[in-house]
């Protein structure tokens, strides 16, 4: 059973991301800094939240994971959340990370959409 909503971030996807952020010009950097920049996610921010409401699913409201943020409320009187949010406070980084990295192929694609 797949538990993310977003793939993890695989090397193939960032050298491909790398490679068509050095061939825009610089309008199209500046469109994609202020696209991407509004919807990255802090690591320690959703450490933080993972930390203080955890057992409630904040931290994956934060991610923009509303279904798992809504199951871990739901739940959290049984304290199964709690033990997934100790499990999530060692994956955060890789979950964040993914998250971002959908963010900035999204923005590309968007800046590639209205150029062509």
């Known amino acids: 059973m797949k538990r993310r909503s ?5 090397s193939d996807e960032k050298k491909q991301t790398l490679a068509l952020l050095s061939r825009l010009s610089k309008r199209e950097v500046r ?17 933080l ?4 409401c955890g057992a409630f699913g904040g931290h994956r409201f934060y991610l923009n994971q509303p279904k798992w943020g809504w199951s871990y409320l739901l739940l959290s009187w049984t304290l199964f959340p709690l033990c997934l949010a ?3 406070f060692f994956f955060l980084l890789s979950d964040v990370e993914g998250y971002n990295l959908q963010v900035k192929c999204q923005a590309l694609r968007k800046i590639k959409a209205s150029v062509a």
Do not use: N, Q
């Not at 469109?31 to 450490?47: F, I, N, P």
């Open 6 to 10: 977003f793939t993890k971030a695989s």
């Open 31 to 47: 469109a994609y800094d202020g696209l991407v920049d509004r919807h990255l996610k802090s690591v320690v921010e959703a450490l």
């Open 49 to 52: 939240l993972c930390l203080a």
């Open 86 to 88: 100790m499990v999530d």
